[in-house]
């Protein structure tokens, strides 16, 4: 199905590596926030492993891609990027993990939350990375029961954090998809976001071409242009 417009909205998106929410949603999230809707960013690993250059260091790579992607995120109208800075690499979705996103629910009090669907492994030729399936798992379990229940994680009740219900969860890169976001309007600005992330796309121009190929294909018989695609779970 497509999705309602609803709004205003207040969104959190929680992802394992910069570039993971521009390639995943980069052009829902432009019109989001073309909307008008707040929508927020959490990372949580440092990104620090992603390159094949012998001169690169991870410390080097960590400060390099944190500017990629505030620079990402301003493109796209992002009200406000974090960094959790967990091994890139290592993430396992352990109640410490559980906590640390349950904090940032609790801070932000989104009615939408985006991550990965962590129940993915793989798909076509490609092996879901494992910090992304770690972070989803992770970041449902806050949502559920963490988020909301009273009686759980009591350190943040004493910082002053309040239980909060999340209405809505989008997860991207799920196999099996039942909503279709239309981003004809979203797409170049999607492109121009993961520009941003130049040390991890050596050739831009192959890049474009293969997203526009696949997101055309997905909104084959949608009625749109352009589609991104989610598996998305409307709590009460």
């Given amino acids: 199905m497509q999705s309602e417009t609803r709004g205003p909205e207040r969104v959190l998106v929680v992802v394992a590596h910069p570039d993971d929410a521009e390639f995943a949603a980069g052009g829902t999230l432009a019109r989001w926030c073309a909307q008008g809707w707040t929508v927020d960013l959490v990372v949580v690993t440092d990104g620090s492993r992603g390159s094949a250059d012998p001169q690169m260091t991870p410390s080097r790579l960590t400060e390099l891609r944190a500017a990629e992607q505030r620079a990402a995120a301003a493109v796209l109208g992002l009200s406000r ?4 800075g967990w091994p890139d690499g290592e993430v396992q979705p352990d109640l410490r993990l559980r906590h640390a996103i349950t904090r940032e629910i609790r801070r932000r009090r989104p009615d939408l939350v985006l991550t990965h669907d962590p129940a993915t492994l793989y798909w076509d030729h490609h092996i879901n990375h494992p910090d992304h399936r770690a972070v989803g798992q992770a970041t449902l379990d806050a949502v559920f029961p963490t988020a909301r229940d009273r009686l759980n ?17 989008y997860l991207a890169g799920a196999l099996q998809p039942d909503t ?3 981003i004809s309007t979203g797409f170049e600005r999607k492109l121009a976001a993961l520009r941003e992330h130049r040390s991890q796309i050596p050739d831009m121009e192959a890049l474009q ?16 242009a352009l589609a991104e695609v989610f598996k998305v779970i409307r709590l009460s």
Wanted: charged share 30%.
């Fill in 81 to 84: 990027v974090d960094f959790l």
């Fill in 153 to 169: 994680a009591p350190q943040l009740l004493a910082d002053g954090l309040e239980p909060h219900v999340v209405r809505t969860v």
């Fill in 180 to 182: 279709w976001e239309d």
């Fill in 209 to 224: 071409r293969r997203l526009l190929e696949r997101h055309r294909g997905l909104a084959e018989g949608q009625g749109m």
